[in-house]
């Protein structure tokens, strides 16, 4: 870049506080909004405020004047303003379609002594509103001063993604317990420390409404001088690689973990979207490898709990689904430790909108079952349905099926499914470096053992994964890649 291109120099930085944020209560008071263009989200704004809205248009449209039926507090003239009508309001909004009305109206409002407000219009403006997360009684706004608000709602879509809708009603009984705890005879400590559990568990269990067993057991944590008013395990579900994958759900509570156990299987991306601070444990069981026993990883997960921890148990794809999540529930129930499971992606479904297929097409698949090719001992199950698995108009994703699939294809073979069934291997669905092997029920085994897949694998068997089915990719092998091997 040559040196004497602006874009070299250091950017601007204001070294002060760009503006103040202040939180106004309008409830019951009288505000201004004055409109030559389109105010129909400014009245509402305003009316969700509790104030009492004097609005003037020469104009209303329809949807204007219908606002009006609805809010009974939005009194609407149809006529201009005039400098009288700012006399004794709290607060003036105008959006105007020139920068002549918004100057006149600036001066009008500064003349009666009214903040006030031009749309669009900074120049004209004594405050900014700014973006606005609604979970009341809790409010955040986001201000760039006027200089970025397409990502001041950028940041805002991220915030309100994170907090739970519910931590609403945390923010409103915090209004209630305050009082309570003052009657309490506690330490300045232990108060400061009774609010910091509760914005703890606001955060971690604001999907829930808060109780009055709640506040009891804060006190008494506060009390204890415990880091959290109780230990919890929750379930994640990691999806099945891609990062994206996760849920909301997952996000937050993986941000809010002290010790994130995950499985060896989980994409790098997944565990750094835990908070900095967690303690991460790779826990991870492979077939055929060395790996953690499951009574260990349940033996952890309750110690962790009891000593008060937040943990997180991440598994790849969903927990529920060949994920032994009951034997990791039934011990925390039984140790009466706070459990809760949060579902996620599983492989199969992560694999079928990476083929861009429908795993229930009207006319080739009736039915989409699940089912695992790998026994305790590790061979192929003498249980399954044979008869459900060789129906031509079922879908069938088996997972764990890699060592065990030359075993199922011969007994498939044998119960009379059709030798050229589409049979297809996807190896680490969604990764970037996802693999795939295409054939049929008699040939699928033959070329995967060509490649030995050490990454995770789903075998999928049924019409629907017909190679014409799915979108081909040039690392796939298909059977006329095989016949060039």
């Known amino acids: 870049m040559n040196e004497s291109d602006p874009l070299d120099a250091p950017l601007p930085i204001p070294q002060v506080l760009a503006s103040l944020p202040i939180f106004f209560d309008l409830a019951g008071k009288r505000a201004v909004l004055a409109v030559s263009g389109d ?19 020469a104009a209303p449209g329809k949807e204007l004047k219908s606002l009006t039926k609805r809010f009974s507090r939005l009194h609407l003239a149809s006529r201009a303003w005039t400098p009288a009508d700012l006399k004794g309001a709290s607060l003036a909004i105008g959006v105007f379609g020139t920068e002549a009305e918004a100057e006149a109206f600036y001066e009008a409002a500064h003349a009666a002594g009214v903040p006030v407000n031009c749309a669009d219009q900074p120049a004209f403006c004594d405050f900014q509103i700014g973006a606005i997360i609604d979970r009341s009684p809790l409010v955040i706004g986001i201000s760039t001063h006027g200089a970025a608000p397409a990502l001041a709602r950028a940041i805002r879509g991220r915030l309100d993604a994170f907090l739970p809708q519910g931590i609403r009603h945390w923010a409103a009984a915090a209004a209630v317990w305050r009082p ?94 835990a908070r900095r601070e967690a303690t991460k444990i790779p826990v991870g069981k492979r077939g055929y490898k060395p790996s953690c026993r499951q009574d260990d990883i349940i033996a952890l997960l309750v110690t962790l709990a009891r000593e008060g921890k937040r943990v997180v148990r991440l598994k790849g794809g969903d927990p529920s689904i060949f994920g032994r999540a009951n034997e990791e529930l039934a011990a925390l129930r039984a140790a009466d430790i706070p459990v809760e499971i949060v579902p996620g992606v599983t492989a199969a479904l992560g694999a079928a909108a990476s083929l861009q297929i429908s795993l229930t097409e009207r006319d080739l698949s009736r039915r989409v079952q699940f089912i695992t090719a790998h026994a305790r001992d590790g061979k192929l199950p003498d249980d399954i349905d044979w008869a459900s698995v060789c129906d031509p108009r079922a879908s069938t994703v088996v997972y764990m099926g890699v060592r ?18 589409p049979a297809l291997l996807v190896e680490r669905a969604t990764w970037p470096d996802e693999h795939r092997v295409y054939g049929t029920i008699a040939s699928l085994h033959a070329k995967v053992a060509v490649i030995s897949p050490d990454g995770p694998c789903l075998v999928m068997i049924g019409a629907i994964f017909a190679q014409p089915h799915v979108s081909a990719e040039s690392s796939d092998v298909s059977d006329a890649d095989m016949l060039h091997t």
């Open 404 to 421: 065990t699939l030359e075993a199922l294809s011969r007994r498939l073979l044998a119960q009379g499914i059709d030798p050229a069934t």
């Open 180 to 273: 309570r705890l003052k009657a309490i005879d506690l330490s300045a400590r232990l108060r400061q420390r009774f609010w910091d559990l509760f914005a703890q568990k606001a955060l971690d269990t604001g999907d829930r409404l808060p109780q009055e067993d709640d506040f009891a057991m804060l006190v008494q944590a506060a009390e204890a001088g415990t880091t959290h008013a109780t230990g919890s395990v929750t379930l994640v579900g990691a999806g099945p690689g891609d990062p994206e994958l996760i849920t909301l759900k997952a996000l937050r509570a993986l941000h809010m973990a002290d010790v994130v156990l995950y499985d060896d299987l989980i994409a790098p991306g997944v565990i750094d979207m």
């Open 39 to 57: 105010g129909l989200w400014k009245a509402e704004l305003l009316h969700a405020t509790g104030a009492e809205i004097d609005l003037y248009c």
